[in-house]
């Protein structure tokens, strides 16, 4: 099938998010612990390069030699990435926020996606121009400075509640500051710590949806299913799939939006594209994805193709497998630490596995943490219904639930 062997870069995420946010919020490693699973069934050798000695992907994967050990390393330090490049034939990401700049130097291997799409989507307001200026749907935003003057301009063009965010380095809305009032001006700027920022108007949606979209090297897109996302405070909490609607048009548009999105981008991979629902059936993205993306872990349960499996197809060029569906209904529930505790997240599993249909992803994190992903759990059924009855018993099993 393949001979080539993978190098995915790990995060880099937690010596950047630590120094922002004086956390130490770690980019996770599950997507990659999923895409090293993904490749072990066919036995696509992967070496993976993330600072920690033993991060969740690295492990799910022992070497097969060791001229394909797993390197310890961060992905600023040009060394390592040589040291990787020169092991692998094919350079990919597992999360966006990485030196684009330095993996465009890595000689000798092919790189998916582009360097050139990851610095794109790594800037959200750069990204908003590019998808503007391609035809997407986006909707309304302004370029600001990190100034009161600047923003309160912003404001009185867009109006409040005024989203502003942070152009780099955003995940699970941490970089997002929701301005209701002019005087909440030098809170925002003190919360997003001066960082580069852009405003966008206050989106009014009636739901959240997204399309994983995989794009072959050869430019083939491929969309998968709509699916439903329910955030709490900024946090994917829910995925329901398919998208259930009496729209009979919203989900081919939907996916033709996807599609024509990821198009405009170069180099293969799967996609994430977040969208907004309007409550006349308009559509607009909030942001991509160039990775294998959170909405996208059903499909490991609930489609033909996986989007891990269909990654590593893309970016080694082999064929690309179905996205349909392969289940009637589907649900998939992130586990999100609720403390530093392990408790809840192993009380929650014990009830998961007394569930028919459902199935248990952890992520291996040594450490759990408020709002950490620590694992996830898929459901999938007969029926709606059905779905709906074994959800449920997930749902009481919280302390709070999230719909
Ligand atoms: P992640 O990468 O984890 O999805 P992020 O930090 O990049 O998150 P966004 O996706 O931009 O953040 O925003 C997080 C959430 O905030 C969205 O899913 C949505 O619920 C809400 N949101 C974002 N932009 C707007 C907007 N313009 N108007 C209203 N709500 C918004
Ligand atoms: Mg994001
Ligand atoms: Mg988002």
Wanted: hydrophobic share 40%; with cysteine; glycine share 6%.
């Amino acid at each position: 099938m393949t001979d080539k062997v993978v190098g995915v870069l790990g995060e880099i995420f937690t010596d950047l998010l630590r120094w922002i946010f004086k956390k130490s919020y770690s980019g996770g490693g599950q997507l990659g612990r999923m895409l090293a699973a993904a490749a072990s069934l066919l036995n696509i050798k992967i070496v993976i390069l993330d600072v920690g000695e033993h991060a969740p992907a690295k492990q799910v994967l022992a070497p097969t030699s060791t001229q394909y050990a797993h390197i310890d390393g961060s992905f600023t330090d040009q060394a390592r990435i040589r040291e990787l490049a020169a092991k692998v034939d094919v350079l990919t990401v597992e999360i966006e926020h990485v030196d684009a700049n330095a993996l465009a130097q890595a000689d000798g291997c092919e790189i998916h996606p582009s360097p050139g799409t990851i610095k794109l989507i790594q800037d959200k307001l750069a990204q908003k121009q590019h998808l503007q200026s391609r035809g997407c749907p986006v909707s309304d935003y302004i370029a600001v400075d990190s100034t009161v003057e600047s923003i309160h301009a912003a404001a009185k063009k867009l109006g409040l509640p005024l989203m502003l965010k942070s152009r780099t380095l955003a995940y699970d809305g941490r970089g997002n500051f929701v301005l209701r009032d002019f005087d909440e001006v030098p809170t925002a700027l003190a919360a997003l710590g001066n960082r580069p920022l852009y405003a966008e108007k206050w989106v009014p949606f009636t739901h959240e949806i997204a399309v994983m979209v995989v794009r072959s090297t050869s430019g083939e897109v491929r969309a998968y299913p709509v699916v439903e996302t329910v955030h709490k405070e900024n946090v994917c909490h829910l995925v329901f799939a398919p998208l259930r609607t009496r729209d009979a048009t919203l989900s081919r548009r939907a996916q033709a939006v996807a599609e024509d999105a990821i198009k405009t981008f170069e180099g293969a991979g799967v996609f994430g594209v977040e969208m907004f629902l309007m409550d006349d059936g308009g559509l607009y993205i909030n942001e991509i994805a160039p990775r294998p993306h959170n909405s996208g872990h059903y499909t490991i349960e609930a489609c033909e193709t996986s989007q891990y499996e269909n990654h590593l197809r893309a970016i080694l060029s082999l064929p690309l497998g179905s996205t349909a569906l392969k289940v009637p209904s589907c649900a998939m529930l992130n586990i999100i630490g609720l403390s530093s505790s392990m408790d809840e997240v192993t009380d929650l599993t014990n009830v998961a596995l007394t569930v028919p249909g459902a199935s248990v992803h952890l992520y291996g994190k040594s450490e759990c943490r408020k709002g950490r992903k620590m694992g996830h759990i898929t459901v999938v059924a007969e029926s709606d219904a059905a779905l709906r009855t074994r959800l449920r018993v997930l749902l009481e099993a919280l302390p709070s639930s999230p719909i």
